[in-house]
């Protein structure tokens, strides 16, 4: 996998924080990301949420999920997550450089 350089920062903890409702990551650079779960469900890269065009996004929100929960979350290769969704939802391949440069929504 020559274009994940290795300069890229990388997940060295990765938890469930504030009653399972925030995705905190500490990267190996230091740096902490903390996302909502209702905004990382909201944001699905998948093409099922946001299509293959701005217009056939689905437009998710995050107060569509008020009570999402992560229900597991697979390692793929060293460049993303799979995560499955507590709505049933399990097409979303989220890219580590994604949920980098996500602003922190906790
Ligand atoms: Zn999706």
Same mark, same amino acid.
């Given at each position: 996998? !020559? #274009?994940?350089?290795?300069? /890229? $920062?990388?997940?060295?903890? +990765? #938890? +469930?924080?504030? %009653?399972? /409702?925030?995705? *905190?990551?500490?990267? %190996?650079? =230091?740096?902490?990301?903390?996302? @909502? +779960?209702?905004?990382?469900? $909201? $944001?699905?890269?998948? $093409?099922?949420? !946001?299509?293959?065009? &701005?217009? *056939? ?5 995050? %107060? !569509?999920?008020? %009570? ?5 979350? /697979? &390692? ?15 097409? =979303?391949?989220?890219? +580590?450089?994604?949920? @980098? #440069?996500? #602003?922190?929504? /906790?």
């Amino acid at each position: 996998m !020559q #274009e994940h350089s290795s300069t /890229a $920062a990388f997940p060295e903890s +990765l #938890e +469930l924080t504030d %009653d399972n /409702a925030v995705m *905190q990551i500490t990267w %190996d650079d =230091g740096h902490l990301s903390r996302h @909502r +779960l209702d905004v990382l469900r $909201a $944001a699905c890269p998948c $093409a099922m949420c !946001q299509g293959h065009s &701005p217009s *056939q996004s689905l437009n998710l929100k995050p %107060d !569509q999920f008020p %009570d999402i929960r992560m229900m597991d979350l /697979a &390692p793929v290769g060293r460049y993303a997550y799979h995560l499955v969704w507590s709505d049933g939802h399990d097409t =979303g391949i989220y890219t +580590l450089k994604m949920l @980098r #440069e996500m #602003e922190n929504s /906790a």
